[in-house]
Every structure is written in structure tokens, then in C-alpha cells.
């Protein structure tokens, strides 16, 4: 039997993360929980939807955000819409119910460490595997023709590189080549993709998707290599400092001498703390606007999310300094994780400016190793740097900790060409000019040539 729908994340939570949870361990990562998703519906990112195909041979679990046209390219748009991943990682999940995929992951699993975690995965699914096309194809044909039935112009997808979603995707196998394309902005402030700029190598013209109506056709999306990240092989404290690189174990050492510390809190007033240090942070490096998160949007973090948004604090020692709680130092630097069962993700952090000097931001990372392998997760994922090619500082940093990498691919696709044209054409008639590889390309800033910025710390 086979059953394909489409839930609102909202209105069917609870249905949706039991089925998520029906997965191996090493596939409920907490980006494609419904409360994930709930939480950039709030911040007014689109609306959390989630697609399942279920049938005798396995199931795909698909989260996405459902974004209406009208805000954008006016009241004329007001039945159609465009579908994005949440800030973050996501694709779909596989899993055939014929192989006995494994809760655990190997945490000594050899292979080469320039390659992506797959040895890790342990999920039984190679991208030739024969029932992951199918249960992909099946997908993807009934998803065409509900995306055609919802008004659905175009979709973009920020694959997740630990669990390698893009496999199997129909419409093409991930291209070789250079990283390149999206951005990932991540950084002291954030470790993952920009949620509101999506953009792909190309010009102008939309890329590879469906023609006219294809209702009941798989509707192929073009996968591209995009840049790499950074992660961590979780297991002893000893084991993650001999993978320091010879100047990040130096600075470990001066944030230890000058007597820092750092520790899981969840008291009100940690998480006030970092607030401030995140949003100093964003303002010191010229954040843009979307990036000054509400004291609304931390909330809601910790409500969504529960204790899969954990925060970790570097203090100074306590010296009478205007102490934020009793025998505690103040917070120099903070940063919040994602927690799964399996990885632990960086999410956004912040420092003080005046700290820098005794290197909070190596102890904090590094303290985030033996506090995520003493949760019994596998791997720590950092993120990328500022720019795609990742020959940047951030990069640098974040390659301090861990010689492991993993690509980050996207996926472009447009579902009625005609309106998307059409789309386009308002856009330039608005002021665009050249959106210079932003897709979709109608939501391209207007005025120019548009480049991504530096809005990383």
C-alpha cells in the first residue's frame, strides 16, 4: 500500500515527529523536526509543511517551508507560492524497511577523512541502491503533481552534508566539480546556511525543472556542489585535542591559563547573556538586518525545541565583576547547539569583543566536543566559512578543530516555468537588474547586480 500527504507541521506536530521518530537514530536530526520547522514559520519564513511517501518498500520523510508570492510580487500572486528548506540543512530522508539499518554509528569508522561521514551513517543506502531511487521517484511524481495543484512556482533545497539527502535525487546526481555557488555564511554567529539568500551558479534564466503541467511526472531537480564543512569525530577528550591543528591546541591552552570555563546553562540569565553576545557580535561584523534575531525568536527556541537547543557558556573566573549569578565569572562567549541523538550541530554564538585575547571561542568549540560525545552523539558539525569556496578565515578557524569535511549540496527546481517568467519579468520591471545567480530570481534584491555580504562574524 502506498500513501502519500502532505502535513501541516503546525496542526499535525505531533503525527509528523512520530514518524520521524519510527527512524534510525542516526536520521532523527532535529532539522527535520517539526519544531524546527515551527520555529522559522514563526520568525515569518513560510509555512512548516512536511511531505511523506509511505509504502511497502520504505518511506521519505520531506520537510519544507511553503512561502507565499503575494508579500513579494503583489496581490496578483496571491494563489501561488514557492517552497525553501528552513534555515539549515534538509532534503529528504530514506528509509527502506528491507535493510535493518543500525541505531548506532561507528565512532572509530575508518576512511579517508577528506570524504564525507557516510562510514558514519552505517544506514544502508548507497546512491545507486535501487529502492532509494524508487522510493525517490515515487516522491518526488506525487510531489509534482501537489506542488502543481498548490500554485507551487519553483523549489530550493540546502541538502544536509552529514546525511548526504541529496543521493538519489531524480534529475541529476551531484555534479563534480569545485565548491561553489551558495554561500554559506556561517560563522561565530552562525554555522549554517542563510535562510532568506538562496543562490545557485547561472544567470538569469530558470533552472532545469518542470515544462508545463507535470502532474504525475517526477519533476527532476538540479543538484550542485556548493561548498564544504567542517566536522568532528566524537569520542574522548583526548582523542579531540590530538585532531587540534598545532595553533588551535596553542590557543586551548591560553583560554585554560587564563583560568575560563565552560558548561552547559539554561538559566534565564545565561541565555540573556548570549543574547546581547550574539547581537553585539552581529552588529560588530555588519550583520544584515534578518540576522538581529528578537529576544522573541530565542524564545521560541527554547520552547520549540525543548532540550535540543542547548546552550554552552565560556565565564571568566569569579573576581567580583559584576558576577551574573553567585560564584560564576561573567559569559565571555556563548553558543547554541542543535542536539540529535546522533550529531550535534552549531547553530549561532557570540563573543565579547574585550575577550578575544584569551580565546574563549577555542575552549567554548572544544569543550562542545567532550560535551556532545558525553551525550552519546557521534559527530559535531561546525559549518562552513563565509564564502563558498571556503578559503576564508572562518574556515580556517573552524578546520582548527577537525581535519574532517563534508560537501554541502543544493538543489534547484521550477515547477511552472511560465510563471516563474512571468515572475521574473515583474522583478525587472521593478528595478532588477542582474540576480546575479540568486534563486529563485525574483526574490533577487533589486538595484543591481546583487553580491553576497560578509554578515559573519
Known sequence: MTVFRVFDLELERSEWDARIAELPLGLQDVYFSSGYHLLWQRHGDGWARGAMLDTDEGAVLYPFLLRPLEPVLGPQWADRCDLSSAYGYGGPLVHPTQREAPDTVSRTAAGPLTESPDALDALGAAADDQVRLRLLAGLRTRFATWCAEHGVVSEFIRFHPLLRTERGMPGGAPAAGECHGVEESAGEGHGMGSPAVEREPGAEMPPPGSGDDRRGVAVGIEVVPANETVWGRLSTPEEHRSALSSSTRRNLRKAERAGLTCAEEDDDGAWAAFIDLYTDTMKRRSASEYYLFPRRYFDDCRKLLGDRAALLCVRRPAQGDGDQRSGAGTIVAAALFLRSPRAVHYHLGGSDAAALAERP??????????????????????????????????????????????????????????AYERALQMWRERGGVDPGGYFPAYRAPLGGCWTAPVDRP
Open 361 to 418: 571561542n577555542n575552549l567554548l568549540f572544544v569543550a562542545a566536543m567532550d560535551w556532545g560525545a558525553a551525550l552519546g552523539a557521534a559527530r559535531l558539525h561546525l559549518g562552513g566559512g563565509f564564502r563558498g569556496g571556503g578559503d576564508d578565515e572562518l574556515f580556517r578557524f573552524k578546520a582548527g578543530f577537525s581535519p574532517l569535511r563534508s560537501r554541502l549540496y543544493v538543489g534547484r527546481c521550477v515547477h511552472d516555468h511560465e
